[in-house]
């Protein structure tokens, strides 16, 4: 038997939390987001005047009887928000890590199943998509924390290879999934290529956004001394350099100031933005980070 | 200029391999290692800025050269560069001080070592002011008194120190020994100068060729006669009767008579008189009986040139009877028995005179339950059911022994079965407790080893002087086996020699094992051995009493005669003989090694300053200059 991503204890104390997000989405609103539209729905929102072909069943008699004027009741509309986790399965997502670490890509897997059970167990619908240089095949779920167990063995078969093409990527998804929702970026945002802009347009089509920035150790702060040759993991390119304290110290600048673009991005789009580093365990990055950045609750 | 300690082949080599070895390290720490990343994009601008940094990297080949320079400068110093020509430098000569048994010979001129230490004396005068000496004490062992020193009081202090010993000469030990002091001293090598009497133990001994070979002889005088060997042997069949072998032998050249006085615990035996050849040698034998301790001397009458082997002496133990106390209602049965035996001495007594602690080695219990538990050795013939030392599984009638444990010493040569035996008791067995005899249903005979205060006890579960077994020989071979078990040392063969001290051999008996030999001094040291061809093989430098002691036999070789050797060692034709002349002083070669010590760790410093230092310092910089990455990871995961 595979070794469980999650295990049953730290599923337990997932279960009291849920999704949020910032925006309100027209016509759809997950059950624990008030949403300023009107719609069907059990609270009530508003009276308006009764028109033709209205719903006979929302007419407050009580009124009619009163004012002999038919109003209509209105309530909040129930819909389900569609929570979409795109995970980053390309190959940089094994490479980074130090000894004694996790792969980013296995932190990321337990991650986005943890995010994806806390949506399950609050009847969310949830999307998982993986994706690198398109989208790969999605797994839809919902319905309850029951039907966590194949969302569990779908993120456990993934594999993790070849390029990261963001521009691509976020093509295909606005193509693919036009209904507005919260989009979870759990990726290292690490594309030779801009991944600012496709995500802004993901932003701008009116997707929430989490982005959710996992790095390993050697990712931010690289370790080793003198002459090197890098390699890198997704286009095999090589590099020569000679590292030193000076030119650790200037990578780790780039690499911040990279971290702070994509933070500045989610930010700037009402969205949010969450790091992570490797070494954090999983548990203490839910509870901690993603809790009190508001992503979960 | 010259290497003291390597020759220039060693330096070569070594240097090499170090010179290999740092520049292996060197291009190790700047070889380009491969490291997969998971993008480039970070490292493009650092990129630019290290190849500035590479270039200069590629200057610091001067680190290399300089830690190669400091390496070649500590070699230098461990090799002992020394300036000057090596002819100039003082040579390392060995003195081998002859301080075996023949140095304590006496002639007209003295002790034959204190000639030695004055010709010794007289060498160590004339040699140069930079030579050295290593005095060695050589006799069975070549053990050096000195190390190579050239202070005359040290070397003055141990010649005078010297003293005979009992062993002889080991000359190819001695000479082997001083060639390996001079090849490992570094030095210059000088003479290897023998001083004594040139007496060995064997007339062709294989020596090595020594070119440096100088002696300094000692004459000896010649008319030595001495005793050999002394042994006494204990009758097999009466323990007070003993047997002593006197081997005397003439070391010197013309006919001697000897009057050889022997004489045990004060009674002396009628002299005897040997007349030897030259180089002849003779038994005397002795035969007297006794069961007190004493001395055993035997002294040749008369001054020779060495005393030492004129007496030996040797201490008997008491007679070695068994003493036996028998508790049992019918002596009669029981007394042709035991009376058999004549390593027994047997006292009968009624059951009712039972004390826990008779004055006897063992006591035998005969169909009877002592009041209170014995506290000797015990031997039970029958014991009553209820009260048996050992407890009792069941009784049974009319069977018969079906094994005899003979692998061990306990059912040696017992072999009768089917014997009928009207009534016995069969025993449980325990841990430690050892079956002799077995019928059907289990042990009837059976051993208790003795365990926290508890005496050895052996238990014949049946009368075996009842019915058939009283006529069958196992009787009274079991009675044995059980008796010796309980006190083996009194059934012990005892031998008692006098020989010379170095290396003895004893032969042991075929039927004693070799894994249960045990070789002890007086103090009860155990003594290292050898058991090869059924003989023990040992080895003292100082007179011992030695015992040997197996399974039933007892050895003692007192140790304390002088080993005399008896021939002359013909020196080689090329080895000098006399003191040579007064060497004058030359001026000594220079030593460098500590100056060469010091730089090669001053080029390692200044290595080290400009290169190991600047690059902490730019590690430091860097630290401090660069941002706390940590706080900033802080603020990423935060926010």
């Known amino acids: 038997m595979a070794e469980r991503l999650i295990d049953r204890a730290f599923l337990e104390r997932l279960e009291r939390l849920t999704l949020h997000w910032k925006n309100s989405f027209n016509?759809?609103?997950?059950?624990?987001?008030?949403?300023?539209?009107?719609?069907?729905?059990?609270?009530?929102?508003?009276?308006?005047?009764?028109?033709?072909g209205d719903d006979l069943r929302a007419v407050n008699w009580r009124a009619y009887m009163r004012l002999e004027k038919l109003f209509l009741k209105m309530f909040q509309v129930e819909p389900r928000v569609p929570v979409r986790l795109l995970l980053d399965t390309s190959a940089s997502m094994i490479a980074g890590a130090r000894p004694g670490e996790p792969t980013k890509f296995d932190y990321a897997r337990k991650l986005t199943a943890a995010l994806a059970y806390v949506g399950l167990v609050r009847l969310d619908n949830i999307l998982l998509q993986p994706f690198s240089q398109r989208l790969h095949d999605p797994y839809l779920c919902s319905g309850g924390r029951h039907r966590f167990q194949p969302?569990?063995?779908?993120?456990?078969?993934?594999?993790?290879?070849?390029?990261?093409?963001?521009?691509?990527?976020?093509?295909?998804?606005?193509?693919?999934?036009?209904?507005?929702?919260?989009?979870i970026v759990v990726s290292d945002f690490l594309d030779d290529s801009d991944c600012i802009r496709p995500l802004q347009y993901i932003s701008d089509f009116g997707h929430e956004l989490l982005l959710v920035q996992v790095w390993g150790g050697e990712d931010r702060e690289p370790s080793g001394k003198g002459e090197m040759e890098l390699i890198d993991a997704e286009t095999g390119v090589h590099v020569k350099i000679a590292l030193d304290d000076e030119a650790r110290a200037a990578y780790t600048d780039g690499f911040d100031g990279y971290a702070a673009q994509i933070r500045k991005l989610a930010l700037r789009n009402g969205g949010r933005y969450v790091g992570l580093p490797v070494s954090m365990p999983i548990e203490e990055a839910i509870f901690g980070p993603l809790v009190t950045g508001g992503s979960v609750q | 200029m010259f290497f003291l300690n390597l020759s220039l082949g060693e330096f070569l080599g070594l240097l090499g391999v170090i010179s290999g070895l740092v520049t292996a390290l060197y291009l190790l720490d700047r070889a380009k290692r491969k490291k997969v990343?998971?993008?480039?994009?970070?490292?493009?601008?650092?990129?630019?800025?290290?190849?500035?940094?590479?270039?200069?990297?590629?200057?610091?080949?001067?680190?290399?050269?300089?830690?190669?320079?400091?390496?070649?400068?500590?070699?230098?110093?461990?090799?002992?560069?020394?300036?000057?020509?090596?002819?100039?430098?003082?040579?390392?000569?060995?003195?081998?001080?002859?301080?075996?048994?023949?140095?304590?010979?006496?002639?007209?001129?003295?002790?034959?070592?204190?000639?030695?230490?004055?010709?010794?004396?007289?060498?160590?005068?004339?040699?140069?002011?930079?030579?050295?000496?290593?005095?060695?004490?050589?006799?069975?062992?070549?053990?050096?008194?000195?190390p190579f020193t050239s202070s005359s009081d040290q070397l003055t202090k141990a010649i005078a120190g010297s003293t005979s010993q009992y062993s002889a000469l080991n000359l190819e030990q001695a000479l082997s020994f001083a060639q390996q002091a001079q090849s490992w001293s570094g030095g210059r090598p000088g003479d290897i100068v023998y001083v004594g009497p040139r007496r060995i133990p064997e007339p062709d001994p294989t020596l090595p060729k020594i070119p440096n070979l100088r002696l300094l002889p000692v004459a000896a005088p010649r008319g030595d006669r001495g005793i050999r060997r002394i042994s006494v042997k204990r009758n097999e069949d009466d323990p007070n009767t003993w047997q002593a072998t006197v081997l005397v032998k003439n070391y010197?050249?013309?006919?001697?008579?000897?009057?050889?006085?022997?004489?045990?615990?004060?009674?002396?035996?009628?002299?005897?008189?040997?007349?030897?050849?030259?180089?002849e040698e003779k038994t005397v034998e002795y035969a007297f009986v006794t069961n007190v301790a004493g001395q055993l001397i035997a002294q040749i009458e008369g001054q020779d040139s060495l005393a030492s082997d004129d007496r030996a002496v040797l201490r008997l133990p008491r007679s070695g009877r068994l003493t036996v106390a028998v508790y049992t209602a019918r002596p009669d049965v029981l007394k042709p028995l035991l009376d058999s035996n004549h390593r027994l001495n047997v006292n009968f007594y009624d059951p009712g005179q039972y004390i826990p602690k008779p004055a006897a080695d063992?006591?035998?219990?005969?169909?009877?339950?002592?009041?209170?538990?014995?506290?000797?050795?015990?031997?039970?013939?029958?014991?009553?059911?209820?009260?048996?030392?050992l407890p009792v599984r069941e009784v049974v009638k009319d069977t018969s022994i079906k094994a005899w444990h003979s692998e061990s010493a306990l059912g040696a040569?017992?072999?009768?079965?089917?014997?009928?035996?009207?009534?016995?008791?069969?025993?449980?067995?325990?841990?430690?407790?050892?079956?002799?005899?077995?019928?059907?249903?289990?042990?009837?005979?059976?051993?208790?080893?003795?365990?926290?205060?508890?005496?050895?006890?052996?238990?014949?579960?049946?009368?075996?002087?009842?019915?058939?077994?009283?006529?069958?020989?196992?009787?009274?071979?079991?009675?044995?086996?059980?008796?010796?078990?309980?006190?083996?040392?009194?059934?012990?063969?005892?031998?008692?020699?006098?020989?010379?001290?170095?290396?003895?051999?004893?032969?042991?008996?075929?039927?004693?094992?070799?894994?249960?030999?045990?070789v002890t001094d007086e103090r009860r040291f155990s003594i290292p051995f050898t058991?090869?061809?059924?003989?023990?093989?040992?080895?003292?430098?100082?007179?011992?009493?030695?015992?040997?002691?197996?399974?039933?036999?007892?050895?003692?070789?007192?140790?304390?005669?002088?080993?005399?050797?008896?021939?002359?060692?013909?020196?080689?034709?090329?080895a000098r003989e006399g003191f040579p002349a007064l060497m004058g002083f030359a001026a000594p070669a220079i030593d460098l090694w500590q100056w060469l010590a010091v730089a090669g760790g001053l080029v390692l410093f200044i290595e080290w300053m400009i290169y190991g230092r600047r690059r902490i310092v730019v590690r430091r910089k860097s630290a401090a200059s660069a941002p706390p990455a940590r706080a900033h990871e802080r603020e990423l995961v935060s926010k």
Do not use: C
């Open chain 1, 151 to 183: 969302a569990e063995t779908f993120l456990r078969e993934l594999k993790a290879d070849g390029k990261t093409n963001y521009l691509e990527t976020a093509r295909q998804y606005l193509e693919n999934y036009p209904q507005k929702g919260l989009t």
């Open chain 2, 413 to 518: 040569g017992l072999h009768a079965t089917e014997t009928p035996i009207p009534e016995a008791e069969v025993f449980q067995i325990f841990d430690g407790d050892v079956a002799v005899a077995t019928v059907a249903e289990g042990p009837v005979v059976e051993v208790r080893p003795s365990a926290q205060g508890r005496p050895k006890a052996a238990v014949i579960g049946f009368d075996p002087l009842h019915g058939q077994m009283r006529f069958e020989v196992t009787t009274p071979l079991l009675f044995a086996n059980l008796l010796r078990w309980l006190a083996p040392e009194s059934f012990r063969t005892l031998e008692i020699s006098a020989a010379p001290v170095g290396t003895a051999t004893a032969a042991l008996d075929p039927s004693e094992r070799p894994e249960h030999v045990r």
């Open chain 2, 531 to 574: 058991i090869r061809d059924q003989t023990v093989q040992l080895f003292t430098s100082r007179p011992s009493l030695i015992r040997i002691t197996s399974d039933d036999r007892e050895r003692y070789l007192s140790l304390t005669l002088p080993d005399v050797a008896e021939f002359e060692w013909k020196a080689p034709p090329a």
């Open chain 2, 252 to 279: 010197s050249t013309t006919p001697q008579v000897i009057h050889l006085n022997t004489q045990f615990a004060g009674t002396v035996f009628a002299p005897r008189v040997v007349s030897l050849a030259p180089g």
């Open chain 2, 362 to 389: 063992i006591m035998l219990l005969d169909q009877m339950a002592p009041p209170a538990p014995p506290q000797i050795a015990n031997f039970w013939i029958d014991p009553p059911r209820e009260r048996s030392p």
């Open chain 1, 27 to 52: 016509g759809l609103v997950g059950g624990h987001n008030l949403s300023h539209f009107a719609g069907p729905g059990q609270e009530f929102l508003d009276h308006r005047n009764f028109h033709e």
């Open chain 2, 37 to 146: 990343v998971s993008t480039l994009r970070f490292w493009r601008p650092a990129v630019t800025a290290d190849e500035r940094q590479s270039r200069k990297r590629m200057r610091e080949p001067w680190s290399l050269l300089l830690q190669l320079l400091g390496m070649a400068l500590l070699l230098l110093a461990i090799a002992q560069l020394q300036w000057g020509a090596r002819g100039l430098r003082g040579r390392d000569h060995v003195l081998l001080l002859d301080t075996s048994a023949w140095s304590a010979a006496r002639s007209a001129a003295g002790t034959i070592l204190n000639l030695e230490k004055r010709a010794a004396q007289r060498y160590v005068g004339t040699i140069g002011g930079s030579d050295r000496v290593l005095v060695v004490r050589a006799d069975g062992l070549a053990a050096p008194a000195t």
